[in-house]
Nanobody
């Protein structure tokens, strides 16, 4: 059974930094994309950053230049380095992992709260 365990969330002041990590266990398949999403109260879940198995990366415009996504394929872990945090970054952050091959099933972590105070 695949489990994604996130850690690193918390409370930080505007301009501060946080590092999130998400470790996948019970993986018996090749992992394709790994990514981070977030959901603020009253809003839809949105993509923050993703990285493909080939190493390409994609960022939401709102976090470009401030956030960096990294992955460790040996540890099946994805990281999100968040710098220059803003109050609008406040949300629950979820990691997502997708199988590389058919049926390309996706898996979600339980979420970790990030709160940026002004």
């Amino acid at each position: 059974q695949v489990q994604l365990v996130e850690s690193g969330g918390g409370l930080v002041q505007t301009g501060g930094s946080l590092n999130l990590s998400c470790a996948a266990s019970g993986v018996t398949f090749s992992i394709g994309a790994m990514g981070w999403y977030r959901q603020a109260p009253g809003k839809q879940r949105e993509l923050v950053a993703s990285t493909s198995s080939g190493g390409s990366k994609n960022y939401a415009d709102s976090v470009k230049g401030r956030f960096t996504i990294l992955r460790d394929n040996v540890k099946n872990t994805v990281y999100l380095q968040m710098n220059s945090l803003k109050p609008e970054d406040t949300a629950v952050y979820y990691c997502n992992v997708i199988q590389k091959w058919y049926p390309k099933q996706g898996y979600w972590g339980q979420g970790t709260q990030v709160t940026v105070s002004s």
